[in-house]
Structure formats: structure tokens, C-alpha cells
């Protein structure tokens, strides 16, 4: 059974510029949520997906967007980046909203905005 | 609004110690609590999970208990190994919230 995989994992993007990240979730698993750390915090809620609709959003603003694909793989975009976008994005990937099998996250995306 | 500190923030013990981290969260209303480890920026790998109904869970030196009740959870570390050395974070998954909502961490450092 493979385990989630996020690409790149690393990325060092300029102010104003769009990035896309992308996750491949667990074998199985047909949610993905994506999660944003900033450094010394603890995960914060992006949104999820379910069946290629967003099923759930923090506290994000619409500049945050993503897809998810009848593989059930994800896709996060941010657009015009600032500097505070600067973190370690997670994906993470679960059977239904996960409260039978919790969650599992992939290694994450660090990306630098300059 | 569900919130979840861990206490301690930061901890440095020798090896061989048995530990205790704690995580509380102010909303019982849970599905379950999940316990992570973070090395330095990497990504989260999962310890334990505990379902509500549930008061414990062991894995290996690890165990982590739950009262929900009471809005804590506890993991143990028995014999700590410098390996252990990483940053512990507790999650909990709310009714009606489809999100995790983490706590700040613990980061554990074991010398020789």
C-alpha cells in the first residue's frame, strides 16, 4: 500500500507569483485535506475534498483554491503569493472524513516566498 | 470553538527516562484524538489513534490514553531513545467539523 506523496518538496516562489502543489493520497483513500504550518505552529485547516467537490474550508482566503481528481489526487493553488504564505503545506489523506481510520500526511511542501 | 494546547511546549531529558506529554482541548464533542511525530521539517507520521469510545491505545514504548470527559489526553514514552528526539503533536477530530485541530506541539529532545 503506497502512502501519500507530495510534489515538489521544496519551492521558492516570488511575491505575487501562483504555485501550485500537488498530492497523491493513500491507496484506498478517496478524501484529501490540505493543511498549512507555519514554522513553530501547529497544522492549520485549509480545506478538504470529497468526491472532487470542496467538502470543508478553514479560514483561508479565496486566493487558496484547489481540485481533486477521480483518482482521488489533489491539486492546492495559491494565487498572487505574499510573504506570510511562506510554510510547509501538508496533504493529507483519508477514508471518508476520517473518523474510523484517522488521517495520514504526506512529507509536505516547503515553500518560500520571496 | 475547539481549541488544543499541549503542555509541555518544550522538553530535554537524558535517555532512559519514561515521559509524559500532555494535549487538552476544550470540546468533547469528538470523533477521535490522533497522535503525530514531526522531525525538523518533515511531514507528520502517525503514532496512535484513539476513537471516543476508547480509553487507550498502545503501540510499542508508546501509549496514549483519553478522557474525554475531561477534555485530556496523555502520551507516554517509556525509555526514551535519542531517536525519539522530534516534535509530538496531538490532534483532535470535532463533531460536525470534518477538520483536524491541532495543538503546538511538544518538542522532545533526548540526550545520550
Not at chain 1, 498572487?80 to 512529507?107: H, I, K, Q, R, V
Request: overall charge neutral.
Amino acid at each position: 500500500e503506497t502512502g501519500v506523496t507530495q510534489s515538489p518538496t521544496h519551492l521558492i516562489k516570488t511575491r505575487g507569483q501562483q504555485v501550485t502543489l500537488r498530492c497523491s493520497s493513500q491507496s484506498g483513500h478517496n478524501t484529501v485535506s490540505w493543511y498549512q504550518q507555519a514554522l513553530g505552529q501547529g497544522p492549520q485547516f485549509i480545506f478538504q475534498y470529497y468526491r472532487e467537490e470542496e467538502n470543508g474550508r478553514g479560514n483561508f482566503p479565496p486566493r487558496f483554491s484547489g481540485l481533486q481528481f477521480p483518482n482521488y489526487s489533489s491539486e492546492l493553488n495559491v494565487n498572487a503569493l505574499e510573504l506570510d504564505d511562506s510554510a510547509l503545506y501538508l496533504c493529507a489523506s483519508s477514508l471518508g472524513a476520517g473518523p474510523l481510520n484517522g488521517y495520514t500526511f504526506g512529507s509536505g511542501t516547503r515553500l518560500t516566498v520571496v | 470553538k475547539q481549541e488544543v494546547t499541549q503542555i509541555p511546549a518544550a522538553l530535554s531529558v537524558p535517555e532512559g527516562e519514561n515521559l509524559v506529554l500532555n494535549c487538552s482541548f476544550t470540546d468533547s464533542a469528538i470523533y477521535n484524538l490522533q497522535w503525530f511525530r514531526q522531525d525538523p521539517g518533515k511531514g507528520l507520521t502517525s503514532l496512535l489513534l484513539i476513537q471516543s469510545s476508547q480509553r487507550e491505545q498502545t503501540s510499542g514504548r508508546l501509549n496514549a490514553s483519553l478522557d474525554k470527559s475531561s477534555g485530556r489526553s496523555t502520551l507516554y514514552i517509556a525509555a526514551s531513545q535519542p531517536g525519539d528526539s522530534a516534535t509530538y503533536l496531538c490532534a483532535v477530530l470535532s463533531y460536525n467539523t470534518d477538520k483536524l485541530i491541532f495543538g503546538t506541539g511538544t518538542r522532545l529532545q533526548v540526550f545520550p
